[in-house]
């Protein structure tokens, strides 16, 4: 069965810094995999996903992820944090074929002035 | 721009009493999602629909929640009795298609409190 490992449950960065949050997925088949943000008391929104094609995703608000398979990670990235990116970050596994997604643990970014 | 709707958004609830959670997706999504997020947890799916029918509920605690979604339009989940660990964030997600690699929009929550 496939699962997901974040490491780190928070990251706490400067505003302006580089925001790195790591994702690494247990798949027996290559899978897709999706990064959601949660901002307080509100459901999850979809930042980016990877289906095929194209390793490197760009998503919404900046940020980008890179699907590494010799490495089963799909890391999180921003260039430069803004106070608006403190949220939590789930990153999702799911396969081919199949619906459900597996999420991880999350990770809470924090973003210090 | 259409939304995933939930109600209510917070409820307390005593230990064994019933309750029940309302989602409305987005128009003309076939498929839904239950999940339940435990504080500092990921969200955990419950069960899935694909119109009226469940295509997967295997992580759903049958003894007391009940899910449903009559005309294959909005879902009611529902827990009797009650119980303590149930305390979490109940969100509901929908999905144009029923293929994994579609987006799942998802709702605002219900966030419950069993006291």
């Known amino acids: 069965a496939q699962s997901v490992t974040q490491l780190g449950s928070h990251v706490s960065v400067s505003e302006g810094a580089l925001v790195l949050l790591r994702c690494n997925y247990s798949?027996?088949?290559?899978?897709?995999l999706f990064w959601y943000v949660q901002y307080p008391n509100q459901g999850l929104q979809l930042l980016l996903k990877?289906?095929?094609?194209?390793?490197l995703v760009k998503g919404i608000n900046g940020f980008e992820a890179e699907f590494k398979k010799s490495e089963t990670s799909f890391h999180l990235t921003k260039p430069s944090a803004h106070m608006s990116d403190a949220a939590e970050y789930f990153c999702?596994?799911?396969?081919?074929?199949?619906?459900?997604?597996?999420f991880g643990q999350g990770t809470r970014l924090t973003i210090n002035p | 721009e259409a939304e995933v709707a939930q109600s209510p958004r917070y409820k307390i609830t005593e230990k064994s009493q019933a309750v029940a959670f309302w989602c409305d997706p987005i128009s003309g999504h076939a498929t839904l999602y239950w999940y339940r997020q435990i504080l500092g947890q990921g969200p955990e799916l419950l069960v899935q629909f694909q119109d009226e029918s469940v295509v997967d509920d295997s992580q759903l605690p049958k003894d007391r929640f009940s899910a449903e979604r009559l005309k294959g339009v909005d879902s009611t989940l529902k827990i009797q009795p009650a119980e303590l660990g149930d305390s979490a964030m109940y969100l509901c997600a929908s999905s144009p298609h029923k293929t994994a690699s579609v987006e799942q929009y998802f709702g605002p929550g219900t966030r419950l409190t069993v006291t």
């Open positions: 990877y289906t095929t094609g194209a390793t």
């Open positions: 798949s027996s088949v290559p899978p897709y």
């Open positions: 999702a596994v799911s396969l081919q074929g199949a619906q459900k997604l597996v």
